[in-house]
């Protein structure tokens, strides 16, 4: 345990925590003054332009930049062969940046320009000449593994198959979770039910395309502003592509507008670095919406099956799953997590999981929310579903029925710590909107989700100011709140007001390493770490009152944001005080700490879609919508709202219309918002949120991650409801007017 | 070389003067040339309503405007509509109502609440949804924003001061 | 397929009469002209060839003006759909052709896109199309040769092509006022609410005698073939009905839905299916045929 435990943690006796100031960043936010990641402009700064590969497989034969670089305004131009060959550990990593002999997905990045005007640049791409031998390619799981298809990856043999491997293949790895005896477990079934199921890759959609700023001296040394989940994970990415320590790069974050994952990955910063080192001045590459949607996120299309067997009574007996994912053009699909997660949320003690992890030939798939855990999910809560339905028992109870609890062992391997799950079940079923009565054509669906969150590394400093103000730096950036919430903890720890703490995102040269904003880890890791310096803060503090008093430190304790003496004695001294005499008492008062955190709280969410189906054309219209999520505890609840409501937006998207469409020669139709479809304003009603607070031992406030879990049951959710509007199972996500509308056909 | 078209117009009430190539968007102009990067560029193509400006009365996605046609026109941007120091009701109510999270949507949405309440001061949350939906969020799921809205609205109509 | 925003090497006119832009359409070999641009911009940027002269038809007062005559409307071919929507009397008399128009895109596109734009865009599923087709709306053309008037049914003839010959662009739509009780309406499928491309569209037309029967018939499908098309055997069937409770009989609308139906040679694409627009064709049909008389009856 690194994070310092509290028994405070059940005590909600907070003063700071819990309340709902207004966010510290938000006036630059309102006004326009915040800088995202395309609004920085440096003296005598280059515009930077991607060439990309319009083939889904091919050799790259040649590039000729001779023209490229001839023409006036053109200053630097890079390929593959400006950078260190791409191999060992960061090999993926390396030509997914920028392709080397063969490109491997429609909008693979072949070559980059930096010129002097946009237009110019523009026009540079056009006159590099690239010679390619297209290559047959395969776009979905049963392609790639179909016999005598094409082999991505010459050497790549399946980790985990059994027998071993020995024969390369598209089949990166095999996942395999199993307990139990299946056959035992299916033949105790009343029910067994099975289904196939499809969803197709979706992007994280953030609103903000990539951009990156980078300004580097001829011997090296690289100034990089950009937009990211972790500006020390861009950092050290980019030293691995260029092969360059990682002290050489500075990386000073922009405001990010909106990452979902999709952000922990670098696109662009080593070729500005690159381009910038070329031409002797600092360049700016912004991606546009078309760049965004070919060649960043998505999350991985599937295919899955998932056969589960139940008592009449509703006891689960035995669960099969068996997921294939599509990992982008290089290995490294979330099917671990979604194998690891989709059965978390059940005692079951007979269990297969097994996953596969399989390339084709569209964009490398980035995290997006809780990685794969929607997917596996979908499947799963979906034959839950169906199970209900045939023994006629209520969805809700059925899943209670089977609900994991402190002490139980999760199908994935370890025993749950405290965890709130099934009060979220409750909450939904003591909502008022579960009587709701529901009119023609409509229906309600219900579905849980589990995901772990994460911890990882972070670090803070803790600044006070001579007036007894305080600044708090960390590095982890700012997605939707976080500053705020790191605010709260550090008022709440050092007892001043919060309208005194400026919490700051500090770059890669002024605070300690700390890992991306992803996971849901930020408040509980990073906010760990503030609560740790602050501590140390306090510790100080004490010693210097008890220096100035005289007296042991243990005679001095530090109340309500005071050093008072255990006995009264003294006047109290508070942090304006101590820090105005800091001279005599040790000079200035600062602290930081870092921690790999470890008590990560388990996140679960219950949700009810309530739809209408048009019986005529498949259009589905989401009517009411409900989702208790547990947060631990919530440092602003506004904010935690916000990511619930986030989540369950970008799943009903998910579930009704987004998908990614390639044609037959592997080219994306649909790389823009018009045709990408994610919900605008008219397409949504109020999400109605629960805010369930069982506190996670693991942390001093009891936070748990809340970022995530939220998007991981509205795919079943509103198939579940799309069920009970018409009384069509649907396995294939998008649940699209047209699928719909086939289904109903069908009779 | 190319020549450049020199443009000038009103932005934020100040005149206000810039060199562009016909072909640029006036999002970019405005962004590039003037340094007002309040308006992002989302898409481009006018689907995400991030760029959104009010030009000569009505609510605009800059980045389908080409820079000379903003000659001799009225531009009011986010950075615009605070007076001073003092915030508009709408960017007060989205601060209060947490209306934002990573706050990239935010200029635009602003921008598209003031036309909508300067026309309709008392929308409905179904017409705050139609008229926002030109807009797009990835991060809040709307709620929020719709709630600000209405919020503002009922600030606006007590202040009895619905600003030009 | 482009990667890059911005940097389009083009050059902008802004006439201000019809006689400048007809001038200055002729005196470029790759000029264009254009309203709000809100197809001219996501084009050029999609890497399709880029004009090299770019004619801004919104300084020109004429092309801009939507004036009743007491005859008919007259709508400038690059008036901003905002102006139609916002305009209650215009509203009053062709509510289907509104809300079409108020269908383009955002309120943020609504301030640039034109009826001219929609239409010689020639997309299939142009919103305002089906409605201009149904009111039976008439285009006046410029060129150096003067003007001439032509139905708006003859202007698109495929998927971004028109009949209009170079050197030509459209000043205005005519649309009569109707002379008896009459309605329009028009309804679109699309997977979204908003900001969405029609699957299927329908615009319909319809005019009552004294007797409440139907004198006179339109519809008109989008999104179903290459151009926006007129249903003619749906307009025969409806031709002479008479209405009981508001609406023809069942047979009578079975007939429209199976004529609508029958009328699309649509494409599978991305937007959607053969299978799908057929069937939706005909239910939109129905719908906007039946939204169409009950404005006509409360006319
Ligand atoms: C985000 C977004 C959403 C959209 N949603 C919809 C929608 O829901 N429904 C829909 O139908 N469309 C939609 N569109 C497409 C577009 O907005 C409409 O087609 C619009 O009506 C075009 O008008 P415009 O004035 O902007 O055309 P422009 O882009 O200016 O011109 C379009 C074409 O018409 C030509 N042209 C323009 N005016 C004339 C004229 N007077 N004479 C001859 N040729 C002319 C131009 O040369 C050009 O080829 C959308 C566009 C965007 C960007
Ligand atoms: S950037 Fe203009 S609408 Fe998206
Ligand atoms: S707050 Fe991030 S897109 Fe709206």
Redesign the pocket.
Known sequence: MTIAEDPATTNPGYKWVGTRPIRPDGFEKVTGRAKFGADLYLPGMLHGAVLRSPHAHAKILSIDTSEAEAMAGVKSVITGDDFPPAMGKEKDMASNTIARDKVLYEGHVVAAVAATSRAQARAALDAIKVTYEVLPHVLTVDQAMAAGAPVLHDGMLTKGSEPAATEPSNVASRVIYQGGDLDKGFAEADVVVEHEFTTKPVHQGYIEPHAAVADTTPDGRSTVWCSSQGHFAMRTYSAQVLGWDSGRIRVIPAEIGGGFGGKTVIYLEPLAIKLSQKAGRPVKIVMSRDEVFRATGPTSGSRMTAKIGATKDGKITAADVHLWFEAGAYAGSPVGAAAMCCLAPYKVENFTIEGFDVVVNKPRVAAYRAPGAPISGFAVESVMDEIAKSIGMDPIEFRLANVVEEGDTATYGPKFPRIGYKETLEAIKNHPNYQEPLGPNQGRGIAVGFWFNAGMNSSATVNVNEDGTVNVLTGSPDIGGSRASMALMAAEELGVDVARISPNVADTATVGFNDVTGGSRTTLATGGAVVNACRMIIEDLRGRAAKQWDVAADQVEWVDGQAQMVDGSQPPLSLADIAKGWARTGGPIAASASLNARGVGAGFSTQMCDLEVDPETGVVTIVRYTTAQDAGRAIHPSYVEGQFQGGVAQGIGWALNEEYVHNADGVMENAG??DYRMPVASDLPMIDTVIVEVPNPGHPYGVRGVGEVGIVPPLAAVANAVDSATGKRICHLPLSPIRILDALLEG | MSTKTHVTCIINGDETDFLTEDGESLLNALRDEVGLTGAKEG?G???CGACSIIMNGDLT?SC?VFAPEAQCSTIVTVEGLADGDHLHPLQQCFLEGAALQCGVCTPGFLVASKVLLDRNPNPDDTEIRYALA?NLCRCTGYDKIVRAVKEAAVQLRENGKVQA | MTFNPGGLPVKYFSPSTIEEAVELLSSGPNR????????????MRSGRPA?DGLID?KGIER?ISVTDTGSMWVIG??A??VRLTSNPAFVASFPGLAE??G????D??QS????????????P?????PALFANRAR?V?ASGAGTRTIAVQDVPTGP?R?S?APG????EFEIDRPTTNSGDAYF?L?PRT?????VV?AGARVDLDGAGTISSATLAL?AVAPTVVRVPDAEAALLGAALTNGAPSDDVLAAVAAAASAACNPIDDKRGTIKYRRHVAGVLARRSILAAIARASAA
């Open positions: 918002f018009l | 898409c193509t006018g689907d996605a389908l030109g | 264009r002209v254009f309203a709000g641009a809100t197809d001219v911009v996501p084009q004009p038809l092309l071919a690059a901003p759909t079409a128009s269908l383009i895109g955002s943020q596109v640039r896109s034109s009826l001219g734009g929609n239409l010689c865009n020639s997309s599923a142009a919103d305002s199309v285009a053309i971004g028109t209009l030509e662009f459209i000043i679109r699309t908003e900001m969405d491309i029609a569209g989008g």
